[in-house]
Nanobody
């Protein structure tokens, strides 16, 4: 499974961005897809995850009310809609996928990772 993240950029505080994660290759029909981010000098942290159906979503407390995760299985793509961006959201954002089950908040649960896309929010 290959994951390609896109949609990052440089925006001002309060703006919105939508990240996309396109899956290709041997695509598992049932997998959890997640988003993580890593700021310079910090550990990779959980942002959001969604079940295969999209019916169950998980969001980090720091992004609740501002970010939304969704997926379009017909397009093998997951999305992270980010609204009301803050400077502290600045990081490289990674998408990840796993055909298994486990702690969706932990990066060790995920088997496949995209290359990351930079999000920079200026104040």
């Amino acid at each position: 499974v290959q994951l390609q993240a896109s949609g990052g950029g440089l925006v001002q505080a309060g703006a919105s961005l939508r990240l996309s994660c396109a899956a290709s290759g041997r695509t598992y029909s049932r997998n959890v897809m997640g988003w993580f981010r890593q700021a310079p000098g910090k550990e990779r942290e959980f942002v959001a995850a969604t079940s295969w159906s999209g019916g169950t979503t998980y969001l980090a407390d720091s992004v609740k009310g501002r970010f939304t995760i969704s997926r379009d299985n017909a397009k093998n793509t997951a999305y992270l809609q980010m609204n009301s961006l803050k400077p502290e959201d600045t990081a490289v954002y990674y998408c990840a996928a796993t055909p298994g089950y486990g702690n969706v908040w932990s990066p060790t649960t995920y088997d496949y990772w995209g290359q990351g896309t930079q999000v920079t929010v200026s104040s």
